[in-house]
């Protein structure tokens, strides 16, 4: 449903608790019938990437949501952290649940994209009356080393564009090897959520500070495991989608979540890698009948 001024959300800014100005989009559905969701992005992503998804889940003609993206502190339209040691997956979490419980938004579908997920499973640890199911984009217990590294390797590190004609071909240009399903004419899309725009310009839509997190970790050894995170998702209906390209999550790990959580659902995303972009009409439809499979509504 849009907005009254004709958009299909509204942008909310709030307070965090040490008085940085965050940012978090709202996409608002007619009726409510499904249990909100909560979308979180990848490291250095912001609440852009889930546009496509945001609007098919809040717009669904039959299960219609309460839709919001967040941007954490440092990325997107949020105001960046004078200290690069707040830039963690804990005090990320803290910030969310502020704004969970400023939107009054209780028992939400959590749709976590790397990042994102390992909040999730944060958040099942020490706020599981927050959630009420969760999907897993493209991230598990195990990050492999590989990903780490390429990562790490341009942390930071990518010159801004002067252009969106050439932010446009960056983005293609360092993606499409692994995402090869992506149209071409999606390409503008995705550079227009990496970057946001200044002066009619692209600018670098996170801060740079994030790439010292990475300083001093050996990224040539395996990512630290953490089964004993993902084991607190046991309770909820999860979902775990994997890019078929990843270098993030492994098929073997993918395997093993399922071993491990008696109520997990998995999904391959051909043509893509890390992350899924959630984008196309198979990954979309296949969370949003995940989620409305799972909502407490059903069958009412």
Same mark, same amino acid.
């Given at each position: 449903m849009p907005t009254p001024d004709g958009e299909l959300w509204q942008d909310i800014f709030f307070v965090a608790n040490d008085g940085?100005?965050?940012?978090?989009?709202?996409?608002?559905?007619?009726?409510?019938r499904g249990r909100p969701a909560i979308c979180l992005p990848g490291l250095t992503r912001n609440g852009r990437d889930f546009h496509d998804l945001a609007v098919a889940l809040s717009t669904d003609t039959h299960t219609p949501r309460d839709v919001y993206a967040?941007?954490?502190r440092g990325r997107g339209l949020s105001d960046w952290d004078k200290d690069w040691e707040n830039y %963690?997956? =804990?005090? #990320?979490l803290e910030d969310t649940l502020d704004f969970m419980a400023l939107a009054g938004v209780h028992q939400a579908a959590i749709i976590g994209t790397s990042r994102g997920g390992l909040i999730a499973m944060v958040m099942a640890a020490l706020r599981p009356a927050a959630i009420?199911?969760?999907?897993? *984009?493209?991230?598990g217990p195990v990050i492999e080393s590989r990903g780490l590294m390429r990562i790490a390797?341009?942390?930071?590190? %990518?010159? %801004?564009?002067? $252009?969106?004609?050439?932010?446009?071909?960056l983005v293609r240009e360092m993606n499409e090897r692994d995402f090869p399903a992506i149209p071409a004419e999606q390409w503008e899309e995705i550079a227009r959520a990496i970057f946001k725009e200044e002066n009619g310009k692209p600018a670098r839509a996170y801060d740079p500070d994030l790439g010292k997190a990475f300083e001093g970790v050996d =990224?040539?050894?395996?990512?630290?495991?953490?089964?004993?995170?993902?084991?607190?998702?046991?309770?909820?209906?999860?979902?775990?989608?994997?890019? #078929? *390209? $990843?270098?993030? =999550?492994?098929?073997e790990t993918l395997a093993k979540m399922g071993e491990v959580h008696p109520n997990l659902e998995t999904e391959t995303i051909e043509g893509e890698g890390h992350a899924p972009m959630l984008k196309d009409q198979r990954s979309i439809e296949t969370v949003a009948q995940f989620l409305a499979a799972n909502d407490p509504t059903r069958g009412r």
């Open positions: 940085l100005r965050l940012h978090a989009r709202h996409y608002p559905a007619m009726g409510r967040i941007d954490y %963690t997956p =804990l005090i #990320e009420g199911a969760v999907v897993l *984009n493209d991230i390797g341009h942390l930071g590190k %990518t010159p %801004t564009p002067e $252009s969106w004609e050439d932010a446009i071909a =990224l040539s050894q395996p990512g630290a495991e953490q089964w004993g995170a993902f084991s607190a998702l046991t309770p909820f209906p999860t979902l775990a989608l994997r890019g #078929e *390209n $990843s270098d993030i =999550l492994s098929p």
